[in-house]
């Protein structure tokens, strides 16, 4: 964990916005992974991680990731869903990879911001 206080002027001036974030978020938030699941070839097929408030331990959220591959290995489609504490999905993004160098697209976004 980094704490704001272990950070120089510079470092803090030098990060990007989502840095920021994601080190004002590691003070107040515990993140717990809670499953992971590889399909027979060692590939990840899903991934579930909790995060509870560091100081009263209650519910923050919930991220699961899936993954689906082409016969060659590569990524076919990747989604990532957001739950609330009741395991309801409450948003999700599906990410299309293809095969032929394009860049990977979103065609699904429900997250909400």
């Known amino acids: ?5 272990d950070i120089s002027l510079a470092e803090l001036q030098a990060m990007t916005k ?26 990840i097929k899903l991934r579930t991680w909790r995060g509870r408030y560091r100081y009263d331990n209650s519910f923050a959220w919930k991220h ?17 869903s957001h739950l609330n504490d009741g395991e ?6 599906k990410i299309k990879h293809f095969l032929d160098g ?9 997250i909400p911001i």
């Open 1 to 5: 964990m980094c704490k704001l206080v």
């Open 18 to 43: 989502a840095q920021l974030i994601q080190t004002a978020l590691e003070g107040v938030v515990n993140v717990t992974l809670m499953n992971e699941e590889f399909w027979l070839d060692g590939q």
């Open 64 to 80: 699961k990731h899936i993954w689906s591959y082409y016969p060659t290995g590569e990524v076919d489609v990747f989604i990532e």
């Open 88 to 93: 309801t999905e409450i948003g999700r993004r």
């Open 102 to 110: 394009r860049q990977p697209i979103i065609t699904e976004d429900t």
